[in-house]
Structure formats: structure tokens, C-alpha cells
């Protein structure tokens, strides 16, 4: 059993990857805050006598299943009634993104020039564009495997599939990638 202190703790680690991993799969911030923290809940209220190390997966797959939820959700309403947030053009003026800013005021960028920091931005704004542009299985793979950073059988019982999938994949999500980024210039 999970003591409170460990689920705390636990919740804490994956608060700000899950919310990254949820934005990129719904494209919706408010959204997203809300579907994390209701995993987040959901957690803690029905898996908390759970032990500490069953926690990430009974997580991942809490946090998958209300993505898929909402989905499912957004399409009864769609059929039902026309959103009229699909006539309005693309709002640039809400390009904050809350995560960057934190990992800035952590001082881990504090050494490096403008210049630097600049073109770091916009080198990963580009990579989460690309990113946001994979399939819905090819972006939860390589989330889950490289943000997560879950191995292949964490994935696969998270995603609800198999571990050849997941190796599926991720390796098409990697090439994808791999051939976006080498379109616009930026080799890592």
C-alpha cells in the first residue's frame, strides 16, 4: 500500500508530463488541466491502497482512458450540435506555454545567451508542432516511451495493445519526426 507521503510524491513527479502529453493529444490546455486532474483524482480516491510501484501505469492508463473519454464526448457533441470555436481563425495571441516558462524561472536556462535561448525556443516549438502532427497511437507511443521515459512493456499495458505495437509505433513516429525536422533544417 502506497503511503499518503509516496502518493504525493508520485503525483508531483508526473503532474507536468502528463499535462504536456495531454495538451499535444487533445490540443486543448483548459482541457487538458482538467482530464489530469481528474486522473489525478481518480487516482488517489479508488487506487491509493495500491503499492507505490503500481502507481505510473494505473496513472498512465487513468490518463488515457479520460483522453479517450473526452474524445469520445467531443464527438456525441459534434454530431449533435455545430461548435461555433471551429468558424473562428487561429488565435496567436495565446502562445504561452506555462511549462517553459516554469523550466525558465527554474534557472536552468540562466547560463545560456538571448541568442541561445531564442533559437532553443523556437528549435522546440517546432519539435512540439511536429509532434502534435503524428497519429493519436504514434504520439502516445513516443510520449509515454520518451517523456514518460516507460519501457516498452509499461507502454504496451498502458496503451492497452502489444509490445510490437508500441515498437511499431514508435519507430514510425521517430522516422516521421526524424524526416519533418530534417525537411525544416534542424538535425539533432
Same mark, same amino acid.
Given at each position: 500500500m502506497a503511503t499518503d507521503k509516496e502518493l504525493t510524491d508520485f503525483l508531483k513527479s508526473v503532474e507536468k508530463r502528463a499535462f504536456k502529453r495531454t495538451v499535444y493529444a487533445m490540443r486543448d490546455e483548459e482541457g487538458a488541466l482538467d482530464i489530469v486532474q481528474d486522473s489525478m483524482i481518480r487516482l488517489a480516491e479508488k487506487y491509493a491502497d495500491r503499492p507505490a510501484a503500481e502507481l505510473p501505469l494505473l496513472f498512465q492508463r487513468i490518463l488515457s482512458n479520460a483522453?479517450? !473519454?473526452w474524445f469520445r464526448r467531443q464527438k456525441v457533441r459534434g454530431a449533435v450540435m455545430? *461548435?461555433?470555436s471551429d468558424f473562428?481563425?487561429?488565435?496567436?495571441d495565446g502562445d504561452f506555454d506555462l511549462l517553459e516558462t516554469l523550466e525558465a524561472l527554474d534557472?536552468?536556462?540562466a547560463t545560456e545567451s538571448s541568442a541561445d535561448s531564442v533559437s532553443r525556443a523556437q528549435i522546440l516549438q517546432v519539435i512540439?508542432?511536429?509532434?502534435?502532427?503524428?497519429?493519436?497511437?504514434?504520439?502516445?507511443?513516443?510520449?509515454?516511451?520518451?517523456?514518460?521515459?516507460? !519501457?516498452v512493456a509499461e507502454t504496451a499495458a498502458a496503451m492497452g495493445c502489444s509490445e510490437g *505495437?508500441?515498437?511499431?509505433?514508435?519507430s514510425r513516429a521517430v522516422h516521421s519526426l526524424?524526416?519533418?525536422?530534417r525537411a525544416k533544417g534542424i538535425t539533432l
Open positions: 483522453t479517450m !473519454d455545430q *461548435s461555433f473562428e481563425g487561429p488565435d496567436h534557472g536552468s536556462t512540439e508542432g511536429e509532434v502534435g502532427k503524428l497519429p493519436a497511437r504514434q504520439r502516445e507511443a513516443f510520449l509515454m516511451r520518451y517523456w514518460e521515459e516507460l !519501457d *505495437s508500441v515498437k511499431t509505433h514508435c526524424a524526416k519533418a525536422l
